[in-house]
């Protein structure tokens, strides 16, 4: 017997899932329950019906796990805010989560065999500073009362919150929300950036306007032992220590030498291109490519009068195929967005011939599947390291060294 929306069902809760949810079963259903944690008993409510499985949130815990803690958010609640996942999974308890959908995502869409997967000793890393207070850029929704908020999950829904607790402490203290009395008449939304040189800016968003209205329009931030300007609305590490963290881990694994040469793909305000470009010298050679306008601004002001480094403007799958650049390449940086590098891109990444990619990926099936069409090329998965850079939400961030088997 099927059943409905807005229906209770008593479930024994199963294995995590990508996305935030645990797996169960009932009458055959397969069910993706929310708040919840494996081998609990809870009694859950059905948020969506879809042929061949259902959605739902747990809205009872009848027999709790050892690893569930009291959400330390108030909207962090079914039919609340949908941005943090796990607030009610103790923080250890988070990292083994994040490293279980890797591991799953490794075997179901890599295809990797068990062994090999042991062999990479799959965990996620935290980072310094605790699971609250990290966040260093929030956008905000505004709802019809022209009032600040965050979406609830899979919904476009905005939910007036007093504070969010994962946003930076200087973000916090802003009168941008609701408790504030702030309101954001003809806004979409309010983006917020605290960045790690201590500057805040404020900034409306409307039909794809971005208005500055504290601060400025750009912010500088400090890593990988330099000074960056970056246009607020540009694309940044959200987690103060992820820059570093991540630049430090590609360079470990690629180890780069003097007068080698290397391509950083999506490479936006340039990153990695200039520690790439710091470690391979004045007689090697680094050629970063991104399509976003703001990155590529970014990356032609810090690292413009840096001897070496080439910027090409344009969509990596188009460099590729148009050969705007060509090898031969020695190292490659892969950073693409949640959709991941694709099967085109590997396949000419691959077949330039460098010795070794560092790739980062916020998204693990994505990952999983690049992961796969490396295999497919001859390549294999030598080395990977996972990051706890979005405390309290299912989002697990990745870094793996591949090369030509």
């Known amino acids: 017997m099927n059943v409905e929306e807005a229906e209770q069902v008593e479930l024994t809760v199963g294995a995590v899932a990508p996305g935030g949810h645990c797996v169960a079963r009932h009458n055959g259903q397969v069910i993706f329950v ?45 039919g609340l805010c ?28 890599a295809r990797l065999p068990e062994p090999e997967i042991d062999a990479l000793g799959v965990r996620v890393e935290a980072l310094p500073g605790g699971t609250l207070g990290w966040r260093s850029r929030v956008r905000y929704a505004v709802d019809a009362a022209d009032r600040a908020g965050l979406l609830k999950h899979r919904s476009h829904e905005v939910v007036p919150v007093q504070r969010c607790l994962i946003a930076h402490p200087a973000i916090q203290e802003l009168p941008v929300l609701s408790g504030s009395g702030a309101r954001w008449p003809q806004a979409e939304a309010v983006s917020t950036v605290a960045s790690s040189t201590g500057e805040v800016t404020v900034s409306t968003l409307a039909d794809g306007t971005a208005t500055v209205v504290q601060g400025q329009d750009e912010v500088h931030e400090e890593a990988a032992g330099r000074r960056w300007q970056v246009p607020a609305e540009a694309f940044w590490q959200v987690h103060p220590a992820a820059a570093d963290t991540l630049t430090e881990t590609v360079l470990t694994m690629l180890a780069p030498v003097e007068g080698e040469r290397a391509w950083d793909l999506y490479g936006g305000a340039g990153l990695f291109a200039g520690a790439l470009a710091d470690r391979v010298g004045p007689t090697g050679r680094v050629t970063l490519v991104e399509s976003a306008e703001q990155g590529v601004t970014a990356a032609r002001e810090n690292l413009g009068d840096t001897p070496g480094v080439e910027i090409v403007a344009a ?91």
């Open 82 to 109: 949908g941005g943090c996942d796990l607030q009610h999974v103790a923080p250890e308890a988070q990292l083994r989560w994040k490293a279980d959908v890797v591991r799953e995502q490794l075997v179901r869409l």
């Open 34 to 78: 929310r708040h919840a944690l494996p081998g609990e008993r809870v009694l859950a409510e059905i948020t969506e019906v879809h042929t061949g499985f259902l959605r739902a949130d747990a809205v009872r815990v009848i027999e709790a796990s050892p690893d569930r803690v009291e959400p330390p958010c108030p909207y962090a609640r079914p």
């Open 315 to 405: 969509r990596v799958e188009t460099a590729l195929a148009r050969r705007r650049i060509t090898g031969p390449v020695d190292l490659v940086v892969l950073d693409p967005p949640r959709t991941g590098a694709g099967a085109a891109v590997v396949r000419a990444v691959t077949g330039a011939g460098p010795r070794a990619v560092a790739y980062v990926a916020c998204d693990p099936a994505a990952f999983a599947r690049d992961v796969r069409t490396f295999g497919e090329q001859g390549w294999r998965l030598a080395a990977l390291r996972g990051f706890d850079l979005f405390p309290m939400t299912q989002h697990v961030e990745l870094v793996g060294l591949l090369t030509p088997a």
